[in-house]
């Protein structure tokens, strides 16, 4: 994610903090300062602040060791403002799977709960107000934040977790699409929900309202791309004819008739081999550099990666996202035969579901 710190390596993952998490400490920090009149209370509420967010990458943690656990790596957690995010390297298919990876977030909540009931009960606070606010203001308001998380994680919207095990549970009596657009849905009528609330004195509540209306649909989209997907190889998606250059011809000529198409990586073929692939950006920064009379081949790199038409399509696309790769090109029985792209994708996703 932009504009992230990485805070250190936790299990193997990468902590990352987003920068707007300093504007939360920040008018923590300074909305205390200016009701107290005290750093020491400022300090305290940043204190809480950081212990909150302890309390939510063991959360995310939560939820990345779960999916672990059923092969699925985890390639970072973020922090918000409004919460983490554990970015893994897919979602679990099985629903079963999903439901578990949900449930382990919120887990991790209740059994701090469950530790701080049982940090206060020892040191004798007996959990009424408001003498025990007044006892163990800290670890009180930890616990209330705990269970509000809990609370809060498992509504039944997107994106929240609550969402998903919603989804999960649908999906044991409806199809996987059919189960996530109910519980988009029902996500973005809690929403509608959220949006009111906040005309009653709630502002916090609008952004809230924002963020789970376009997290639902957001899900609902990605689902619907991913089911067109699978089951799907890459011949079905690529471009069967794309332009293609041959490794003798000077940059000058390819440049010529190829600047103004929509293609922006080129193979390089010679008798239905394929040799490489220029990219736009290297024929670009080529010819600025005055090298217009020289060959192509002159000027792709040895690296020949290229996918099979029979892989499946979903993989292939995985693998061209960790490399940031723009297109792939498609070989077959020492063949080349096509070229899949994003445009040769839309046009696919936009065919399958028309
Ligand atoms: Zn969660």
């Not at 190829?258 to 080129?266: A, H, I, K, S, V």
């Amino acid at each position: 994610m932009n504009w992230s710190w990485k805070l250190g390596r936790l299990a193997g993952i990468d902590i990352y903090m987003h920068w707007t998490f300093l504007l939360l400490l920040g008018y923590v920090g300074l909305s205390d300062l200016q009701e107290n009149h005290s750093l020491l209370a400022a300090a305290q509420g940043i204190g809480l602040v950081l212990a909150v967010f302890v309390c939510i990458v063991l959360h995310e943690l939560g939820h990345a060791l779960t999916a672990r656990h059923y092969g699925i790596p985890t390639r970072e957690i973020t922090l918000l403002p409004i919460g983490g995010i554990a970015r893994l390297e897919r979602m679990p298919d099985d629903p079963r799977q999903e439901l578990w990876v949900a449930l382990a977030g919120p887990a991790v909540n209740v059994v701090i709960a469950a530790v701080l009931i049982a940090i206060l009960l020892g040191l004798g606070v007996v959990l009424q107000m408001p003498e025990a606010v007044l006892k163990a203001p800290f670890l009180l308001s930890l616990l209330i934040i705990n269970i509000g998380l809990v609370i809060f994680n498992m509504l039944p919207a997107f994106p929240m977790d609550g969402g998903r095990v919603l989804r999960a549970l649908l999906a044991h009596w409806l199809d996987y699409g059919r189960a996530t657009d109910i519980a988009a849905r029902v996500g973005q009528g809690m929403a509608v929900l959220f949006a009111v609330g906040g005309f009653f004195g709630m502002p916090m509540l609008w952004l809230i309202a924002v963020f789970v209306f376009l997290g639902a649909a957001a899900e609902a989209r990605q689902v619907r791309s991913r089911l067109l997907m699978a089951g799907a190889a890459v011949r079905d998606a690529m471009n069967p004819q794309p332009l293609t250059i041959r490794p003798d011809a000077t940059l000058l000529q390819v440049a010529d008739h190829l600047m103004t198409g929509p293609q922006r990586d080129f193979p390089v073929v010679v008798d239905d081999r394929l040799i490489g692939m220029l990219h736009r950006a290297e024929l670009m920064e080529a010819l600025n550099h005055g090298r217009a009379g020289t060959y192509v081949g002159e000027n792709i790199a040895g690296n020949g990666e290229a996918a099979d038409a029979a892989d499946m399509l979903v993989g292939v696309l995985e693998r061209m996202g960790q490399r940031g790769m723009s297109s792939m090109p498609v070989t077959h029985a020492g063949r080349f035969v096509g070229l899949l792209t994003p445009e040769s994708l839309g046009q696919y996703m936009k065919l399958r579901s028309g």
